[in-house]
Antibody, heavy 124, light 108 residues
Framework: EVQLLESGGGLVQPGGSLRLSCAAS????????MSWVRQAPGKGLEWVSA????????YYADSVKGRFTISRDNSKNTLYLQMNSLRAEDTAVYYC?????????????????WGQGTLVTVSS | EIVLTQSPGTLSLSPGERATLSCRASQSVSSSYLAWYQQKPGQAPRLLIY???SRATGIPDRFSGSGSGTDFTLTITRLEPEDFAVYYCQQYGSSLWTFGHGTKVEIK
């Protein structure tokens, strides 16, 4: 059974930093691309970032480019999101998501499993 | 960036009725790389449809997807009580994934 367990959310001041983690199990982690998707309170889904299975290819939404860094440790089956220069508009539930295949195979770039999310609140 | 516009914003229907949800893209979605997700309050989204028309594992056949290019549709043939939720479309054909703003299907 695929399981994705996020951690690291919390309250942070504007301009601060936070690192989210996602522990994955139930599948061969390095065979799949992964992604982060966020949802502001009462709002819709917003894609944040994606990373290939080897960790070498990354993509970012324009809203976070230059401030957030996605990475993965395949030896620990863990996905990360380093968030710097946080703003009030980054307040959201952040979901870890597994893609159905590799980034190189466009037809498999949809999300087939989601974690339960971790809340990040940026406020003074 | 491909912008996805979902309509209507809210759909008020009764159990047993048919639901038709629309997702229109600002430019053509390559090879129908479009997915639909269902989200219930307090829960993570769940994959329903990928490739515009392929049902995900375990999804009942009352859910169906269709369309190509810039116009896509999610149809729920007979609404069950558990189908009342918010539905999002998403394109994954470009290197910038985008979601629509969602359609809420509520009980009339």
């Amino acid at each position: 059974e695929v399981q994705l367990l996020e951690s690291g959310g919390g309250l942070v001041q504007p301009g601060g930093s936070l690192r989210l983690s996602c522990a994955a199990s139930g599948f061969t982690f390095n065979n799949f691309a992964m992604s982060w998707v966020r949802q502001a309170p009462g709002k819709g889904l917003e894609w944040v970032s994606a990373i290939g299975g080897g960790g070498f290819t990354t993509y970012y939404a324009d809203s976070v480019k230059g401030r957030f860094t996605i990475s993965r440790d395949n030896s620990k089956n863990t996905l990360y999101l380093q968030m710097n220069s946080l703003r009030a508009e980054d307040t959201a539930v952040y979901y870890c998501a597994k893609l159905s295949g590799l980034l190189s195979a466009t037809h498999t770039r949809y999300i087939d499993y989601w974690g339960q999310g971790t809340l990040v609140t940026v406020s003074s | 960036e491909i912008v996805l516009t979902q309509s209507p914003g809210t759909l008020s229907l009764s159990p047993g009725e048919r639901a038709t949800l629309s997702c229109r893209a600002s430019q053509s979605v390559s090879s129908s790389y479009l997915a639909w997700y269902q989200q219930k309050p307090g829960q993570a989204p769940r994959l329903l449809i990928y490739g515009a028309s392929s049902r995900a594992t375990g999804i009942p056949d009352r859910f169906s997807g269709s369309g190509s290019g810039t116009d896509f549709t999610l149809t729920i043939t007979r609404l069950e009580p558990e189908d009342f939720a918010v539905y999002y479309c998403q394109q994954y054909g470009s290197s910038l994934w985008t979601f629509g703003h969602g359609t809420k299907v509520e009980i009339k």
